[in-house]
C-alpha cells in the first residue's frame, strides 16, 4: 500500500525557520515526482514546490528564495526547508507525488494523487 507520512509542522514567529518531511512507503520516490502544496483555510491547495521530472526543481513565486525542496532516496523521503517565515505561509502543508510521463525534454510530472495526510504551520507576526 502506497502512504506518505508528513512530518515537522509547528507553530513559529515570523522570520523563523522549519523542516517539513516527508516519508513514503510502498514504492521509491526516486520514480516519481515529488511535491509540496498547502491550503489556507478558505482557501484552494496550492503548489509550493516541486521536483520534476530530470531533478528539475519548480517554487512558487512567493517562497522563491525562501524554501527549498530535496530528496533523500536512501530514506526514501522528501523534505522541505522553510525559512524566513511570513505569517501568509500560514497553512496545512501535503506532500504529494505523481508519475513521471514519458516525453520529449525528459517528459512530465503527471497529476499528483498519492497524498499525504498534511502537517499545520502556522507562523505569528
Known amino acids: 500500500q502506497v502512504q506518505l507520512m508528513e512530518s515537522g509542522g509547528g507553530s513559529v514567529q515570523a522570520g523563523g525557520s522549519l523542516r517539513l518531511s516527508c516519508t513514503a512507503s510502498g514504492y521509491s520516490m526516486g520514480l516519481t515526482c515529488l511535491g509540496w502544496f498547502r491550503q489556507a483555510p478558505g482557501k484552494e491547495r496550492d503548489e509550493v514546490a516541486v521536483?520534476?521530472?530530470?531533478?528539475?526543481?519548480r517554487y512558487a513565486d512567493s517562497v522563491k528564495g525562501r524554501f527549498t525542496i530535496s530528496t533523500d532516496s536512501k530514506n526514501n523521503s522528501q523534505y522541505l526547508q522553510m525559512d524566513s517565515l511570513r505569517p501568509e505561509d500560514t497553512a496545512m502543508y501535503y506532500c504529494?507525488?505523481?508519475?513521471?510521463?514519458?516525453?520529449?525534454?525528459?517528459?512530465?510530472?503527471?497529476?499528483?494523487?498519492?497524498w499525504g495526510q498534511g502537517t499545520q504551520v502556522t507562523v505569528s507576526s
Open positions: 521536483i520534476g521530472t530530470l531533478g528539475v526543481t
Open positions: 504529494a507525488t505523481a508519475a513521471k510521463v514519458a516525453g520529449p525534454y525528459g517528459g512530465r510530472c503527471g497529476t499528483f494523487n498519492t
